[in-house]
């Protein structure tokens, strides 16, 4: 490594005190309260010494937690008021370095060809382990739901399912166990802008993430070395480098609280936030001695895009949801410009999820079955190391795909992509998506927003609607194209003002539906209406929450 970036680790990038345990407040200790309701098993789970490390991680490193997320609102107002993310000049240095690279592979997390995710519900934990995926990504993100008795009863599950005793009996009497091999668990935890409300450090909520990192790693992190494995993640919705040091610290702490060796936790960071597509290396260089690699969180992405844009109207502007596919210029430079940097810096390039689900329907299957194929083709052939599917019906396929392309190779990262070469201007081409804005397309985004929004309400964070499984990813697309296409005075097709009272007549029209469809379900219909009221904040109100799981989770749950 070459003396100028070494001076770059000491100064800019990594300052003497990063690469040490944060001292925090020595000696102290927070009162950790715990606010919830009883669950069940909850004592396994929320032990005095659990509680202690979730305390010893909150006073060290919640007060850095909420400087970054100040400096986001800061960053989205520099962008808003016309300044477009760029490549970091301060950071050249560490781009420029050829020499760096991350940690060769962990055990479990060589071959990544199939990765299926979901949340941590018990028969889907079990499914989701017998599906013959390489990695389960254990979900306590997008695709679950905040509810005290998923945080605490996902934590119970990932418990069990570490030690293989998970097992499940439905009320009509089948039996799940697991099978004779599974998945690799990979955990996902809350993003940074989330709070547990119903754990209290010094009467202040604790952070989601903390939460839930520090509850899986210090319950069976040494369970999981014992079985050859070790405690791995996939960190959400990074917005910079600097969100990535402090993940890196955190696992500096906790290793050595633990008496774990440094480099024992591995972390793929999903790139899906715009900003975060202009830190790649940045991101990777952070967490270079836990890093796994980087993962195209394509829905997110697309949600970033619109959230820091939609304010800017004309070619930020985008068409209807489903004319936004991979193909198109801006998704296609992010893409490929994930691929090159991570092989050239020896780390795995995951691909995005599928969203399609199985139908029932033969023809429609066969044309579900060959959109994923054909995605999926497009990954591998791009260099990806593996990608996501969201249904265990898709594992065989996705399969069969990388297996073609990688035949016995573990991973493809020997592949560098030095043909790839991405400007800026590239990954912020929005104006050349092709398609409309279309009438069915604002029917389906105000649908698909009340449907998820309903049963995220009742405790489901993944939901099939309409051949597709959604999660809070894709309702967070949903309403902000509806809060952006209303600033914007966007039309559709055939020129009618998409204007508040032309949402507020679908809002209308699609409760009504699932209404009727509610029936004499007296909670289902209070949660429909609980979904209305809410989606009419996020999305039609003056203000744009940043994030739509923020006011549903401070007012209904």
Not at 34 to 58: K, M, N, W, Y
Not at 383 to 410: I, K, N, Y
Not at 460 to 478: K, P, W
Not at 538 to 543: E, R, T
Request: glycine share 8%; net charge negative.
């Amino acid at each position: 490594m070459t003396s100028e970036l070494m001076t770059q680790d000491t100064t800019t990038h990594e300052p003497e005190a990063a690469v040490r345990p944060q001292p925090g407040h020595p000696g102290r200790t927070p009162q950790v309260e715990i606010a919830g309701p009883p669950v069940s098993r909850q004592d396994e789970i929320l032990t005095p010494d659990a509680l202690r490390f979730l305390g010893d991680l909150h006073v060290r490193f919640a007060g850095r937690r909420a400087d970054l997320l100040r400096e986001r609102q800061d960053r989205r107002e520099r962008i808003a008021a016309g300044q477009d993310p760029d490549f970091l000049r301060e950071t050249r240095p560490v781009r420029d370095e050829p020499s760096w690279r991350v940690a060769p592979p962990a055990p479990g997390l060589t071959d990544r060809r199939v990765e299926i995710t979901g949340p941590t519900e018990r028969k889907m934990t079990i499914n989701a382990l017998n599906s013959g995926a390489k990695v389960w990504l254990a979900d306590l993100e997008d695709a679950n739901t905040p509810h005290w008795e998923n945080v605490v009863g996902g934590q119970v599950n990932l418990h069990d399912a570490v030690r293989r005793t998970i097992d499940y009996t439905s009320p009509e009497g089948k039996r799940y166990e697991l099978g004779e091999t599974t998945p690799t668990i990979v955990v996902r935890p809350r993003g940074w802008h989330l709070t547990e409300k119903h754990l209290r450090a010094d009467r202040e909520p604790m952070v989601g993430a903390l939460v839930d990192f520090g509850l899986y790693f210090f319950h069976n992190a040494h369970e999981l070395i014992r079985r050859g494995v070790g405690p791995y993640f996939y960190l959400p919705k990074l917005e910079s480098h600097l969100e990535a040091r402090l993940w890196n610290d955190i696992f500096l702490y906790a290793q050595e609280a633990l008496g774990l060796p440094r480099g024992t936790i591995r972390a793929t960071v999903l790139i899906e936030t715009i900003t975060a597509a202009f830190e790649m290396e940045e991101i990777l260089f952070e967490l270079r001695e836990h890093s796994a690699g980087l993962n195209a969180g394509r829905w997110d992405y697309i949600f970033s895009l619109i959230k820091n844009f939609r304010t800017r109207g004309g070619r930020f502007v985008l068409p209807d949801r489903g004319a936004v596919t991979m193909t198109v210029p801006f998704m296609r430079a992010y893409t490929e410009l994930l691929v090159r940097t991570c092989h050239r810096r020896g780390a795995h390039a995951i691909g995005g999820m599928s969203a399609f689900i199985p139908s029932k329907d033969p023809e429609a299957n066969a044309e579900v079955f060959e959109k994923v194929r054909e995605d999926k083709s497009r990954e591998a052939r791009d260099g990806f190391d593996g990608s996501w599917v969201a249904h265990p019906g898709m594992v065989e396929a996705v399969r069969e795909v990388f297996d073609e392309v990688l035949g016995e190779r573990p991973n493809q990262v020997e592949r560098q992509r030095d043909d790839v070469h991405v400007r800026a201007a590239d990954l912020l081409r929005i104006e050349a998506t092709p398609g409309r804005i279309t009438e069915a397309g604002l029917r389906t985004n105000v649908a698909v927003a009340l449907r998820y929004l309903e049963a995220w309400l009742g405790g489901r964070g993944a939901v099939g609607i309409f051949g597709l499984m959604e999660d809070a990813a894709t309702a967070e697309i949903s309403r902000s194209q509806i809060w952006q296409w209303i600033d914007s005075e966007a039309a559709i097709e055939d020129g009618t003002l998409i204007t508040h009272q032309l949402v507020a007549d679908v809002v209308a029209e699609e409760t009504d539906r699932l209404l009727a469809e509610a029936g004499d379900d007296a909670s289902r219909s209070a949660r429909v209406e609980q979904a209305r009221e809410l989606f009419e904040q996020v999305a039609l109100g003056p203000d744009y929450p940043t994030f739509l799981t923020v006011p549903a989770y401070a007012y209904h749950v």
